[in-house]
């Protein structure tokens, strides 16, 4: 058996932290891995990537949650705690498109880990793609107790923009009963940290993903947001209004949890689209007149821990969308930068959505 590995060239240069449990694993201050695997159609276990060690994790963990693209199931991950001996095997979900996640545990003691594949009758040359891991200690969550400050009044007429329910992406059912959670005073941006889809049949898929990697990777009832808002504007339903999230570790008392479907984050830096910037809006107005909220409430998930979460693309326009939830406009998405040298000198571009060329 023979199988070959390019590890390709390294993604560009990102904090850490992205995800809404425990602590975001990167290599070299970069989240996610990527490699391509070629297959030669022999057969047997062989390790045909294996990363260096993760940057240093400080704290305690005994589970290791991988999510991204692995188009092949001739392929088996494994990981290895710094100071441990045996390799864990991954137990790996597979969905639609090569969506994955994959989940193992471990002794629960710090350190950074390494990440590798093996080949397992791989059929076909293809891609892997390492959106993000996370280590946490896999406990139940304790719920934090954040004060309530005052509303306005609910307009239970508000118009409510078009919200594709859970039954069309095919939810099921939560693994335990909702907590209520009726008195709505503020809401939270996420972003999936995963597929940039770009049809709704893509983005029902993704809500499928992700709902089972909160189920059964974090170990939540549901899928911990409220709302979904995809690249084409769709939205959909994720938790019903009304129950308590799991999106903000602490912070879900009272809390809309809406994530954008896509990485708005290097290295990947997706960019919302004015469709869905535009459909957000449409929730966000539909939201605060529904619920009496103060648009001044709207925080991203960076604001209430060390996270990238909702990614630079996004969290740049947080101070604009809080005043078109109150009625103000749209926010525009900006262009791509551009690169060319043959941009009239005495035109400026339109300016880069980039979070660090700009005040946050
Ligand atoms: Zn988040």
């Avoid at 390294?10 to 391509?36: I, M, N, Y």
């Avoid at 993000?132 to 969550?141: A, R, S, Y």
């Amino acid at each position: 058996m023979r199988a070959e590995l390019l590890l390709l060239a390294a993604l560009a240069a990102a904090p850490a932290g992205a995800h809404d449990a425990g602590h975001s694993v990167t290599f070299k201050s970069v989240e996610g891995v990527r490699f391509s695997v070629r297959s030669s159609g022999a057969s047997g276990p062989r390790v045909i990537f294996e990363s260096a060690d993760s940057d240093p994790v400080p704290e305690e963990w005994d589970t290791v949650l991988v999510q991204g693209v692995l188009p092949d199931p001739g392929v088996n991950l494994q990981v290895l705690k710094a100071g441990a001996t045996d390799w864990e095997t991954l137990s790996v979900h597979r969905f639609p498109g090569g969506r994955f996640w994959a989940k193992a545990r471990t002794a629960r003691a710090p350190g950074a880990l390494r990440l590798r594949a093996l080949d397992a009758g791989v059929r076909r040359s293809h891609e892997v793609e390492v959106f993000g891991i996370e280590v946490f200690v896999d406990q139940p969550q304790v719920p934090g107790g954040a004060p309530l400050p005052p509303r306005g009044p609910e307009d239970p007429s508000a118009p409510r923009p078009f919200v594709h329910a859970r039954a069309e992406w095919g939810a099921v059912q939560p693994t335990e009963p909702y907590s209520p959670d009726p008195l709505v005073w503020r809401i939270t941006l996420h972003h999936s940290d995963g597929r940039h889809t770009e049809t709704l049949a893509e983005s029902l898929d993704e809500a499928k993903f992700i709902q089972d990697f909160h189920q059964h990777g974090r170990g939540w009832i549901d899928i911990g947001y409220h709302f979904i808002v995809d690249p084409s504007g769709n939205i959909l339903e994720a938790r019903p209004e009304g129950v308590l999230g799991a999106h903000t570790l602490a912070n879900n008392e009272g809390n809309i949890g809406i994530v954008l479907l896509g990485t708005y984050h290097p290295p990947k830096n997706d960019r919302p689209t004015q469709t869905q910037l535009e459909a957000l809006v449409a929730l966000g107005r539909y939201l605060v007149k529904r619920h009496g909220i103060d648009p001044e409430s709207l925080k991203g998930h960076r604001d209430y821990k060390k996270t990238d979460c909702p990614g630079n693309k996004s969290y740049v326009a947080i101070a604009d969308l809080r005043k078109a939830f109150a009625g103000g406009p749209v926010p525009v998405p900006p262009a791509k930068k551009r690169r060319t040298a043959k941009a009239p000198a005495l035109i400026s571009a339109a300016p880069d959505w980039d979070g660090a060329q700009r005040a946050q």
